[in-house]
């Protein structure tokens, strides 16, 4: 018979055993599950860097100067936080995403070769936070975690005067007060942007913060270097649409849309333009446009049909005029009818060839343009 004393023992035993079992368990588990650099924050954080290798952001036209304000404030041993203050539109975000290329390029002082841009969205950040703090402390474990890999990444917060705009009660912490350590630090660089408004509001009157940043201006461009911004990116979109765009369009778009799109600023507001008039003009070419290309077709088709016909007749008078040349060689008006023949069968060798077909590709033109433009002013007054 199994004594008591044996009995507790070896409930003691299974205890310490099985107690250390789980405790083994839970810390394997949560080592496991750790998540790598950034992992935990995925959603808010997007690589700039390896989307400008991958591809997925257009090549940037213009704004070197600015580009290379961003790297030498970059480059710094401290206060190395450039901020881009200027107007919604003028290019704010395109100036990173050149800085993206730049590094891909190697095009970088060595000290900036291999960095990796991270942009934080801190609308993503701060969606689904129920309770107060939670979204500082979002904010808190992002810069605790990319500080841990010193100097190889640079932040870039669009909409940045959002950290001041988290202020709660007096005494309360922000997220400005978190992220001004790692300002000062220098470890983080952190490119920030927003616009002259924003800035004046929520960060000019915060010193504390103000000076941990070094400017740069993004002014709107001129009518000329928006033109070449759009002329850059034109192949771009002629690709994607599959349309052609012709040069007095681009003009129209930056004109058109200063004249009559105020409250929008150069070079986005004309981009934006090209971009709907070509889309519209693709739609247009592939959908309604479809019967008129086929009777268009259609016309090529009997052109070539009438063309062989011809064709053969001149080729069986040619043949005789050879065999005539034969016969009376250098004959000033037999070489004349056959020069004649040889001309007319060439023409026909090129409607037969061609069909009729060139000019087909959609076109998007100055009046494309002016149609966009136009609506999107009627609209902007009905809303108003």
């Known amino acids: 018979m199994i004594s008591m004393e044996f009995l507790q023992r070896f409930a003691l035993i299974f205890v310490v055993v099985f107690g250390a079992g789980l405790l083994w368990y839970a810390q394997n588990r949560k080592k496991s599950a750790a998540p790598p650099p950034g992992g935990a924050h995925k959603p808010s954080l997007k690589n700039l860097t390896q989307m400008a290798r991958d591809g997925k952001i257009d090549a940037v036209v213009g704004r070197e100067e600015e580009i290379e304000r961003v790297i030498h404030i970059i480059s710094r041993r ?15 975000t395109a100036i990173v995403e050149g800085f993206a290329h730049r590094i891909v390029k190697g095009d970088v002082p060595e000290s900036l070769k291999g960095k990796e841009i991270l942009e934080l969205n801190l609308s993503e950040l701060i969606s689904g936070t129920k309770y107060r703090g939670e979204f500082e402390e979002r904010l808190r474990s992002i810069t605790k975690e990319l500080e841990s890999a010193p100097r190889s990444t640079i932040l ?18 922000s997220a400005s007060d978190i992220l ?15 616009t002259w408004r924003e800035y004046s509001m929520y960060i000019r009157p915060d010193p504390a913060l103000d000076r941990r940043f070094q400017p740069v201006l993004v002014a709107e461009p001129s009518r000329e270097a928006a033109l070449s911004v759009l002329r850059g990116i034109k192949p771009i979109y002629e690709a994607y649409h599959h ?8 003009a129209a778009a930056v004109d058109l849309s200063t004249q009559l799109l105020k409250d929008r600023f150069l070079p986005d507001k004309a981009i934006d333009v090209i971009d709907e008039a070509a889309a519209k003009v693709a739609i247009e070419a592939s959908g309604h446009h479809r019967v008129q290309m086929g009777v268009v077709h259609a016309a090529a088709e009997e052109a070539k049909r009438k063309a062989g016909i011809e064709a053969g007749k001149l080729t069986g008078e040619l043949d005789h005029m050879q065999s005539l040349d034969k016969e009376f060689p250098g004959d000033p008006a037999i070489m004349s009818a056959e020069k004649t023949l040889k001309r007319h069968l060439d023409e026909l060798a090129a409607v037969t060839k ?4 060139e000019g087909t590709t959609p076109r998007v033109t100055r009046t494309d343009v002016e149609e966009v433009v136009k609506l999107w002013a009627e609209l902007g007054k009905a809303s108003k």
Request: hydrophobic share 40%; net charge negative; glycine share 16%.
């Open 354 to 357: 061609e069909g009729g077909a």
């Open 180 to 194: 001004k350590p790692a300002l000062a630090r220098g470890d983080l660089p952190i490119i920030g942007a927003t």
């Open 78 to 92: 401290t206060k190395n936080n450039p901020l881009l203050i200027g107007e919604p539109g003028v290019g704010k």
């Open 243 to 250: 349309v052609v765009i012709d040069d007095d369009a681009l």
């Open 156 to 173: 870039f917060i669009d909409e940045i005067h959002v950290i001041e705009q988290t202020k709660g009660t007096e005494g309360a912490m």
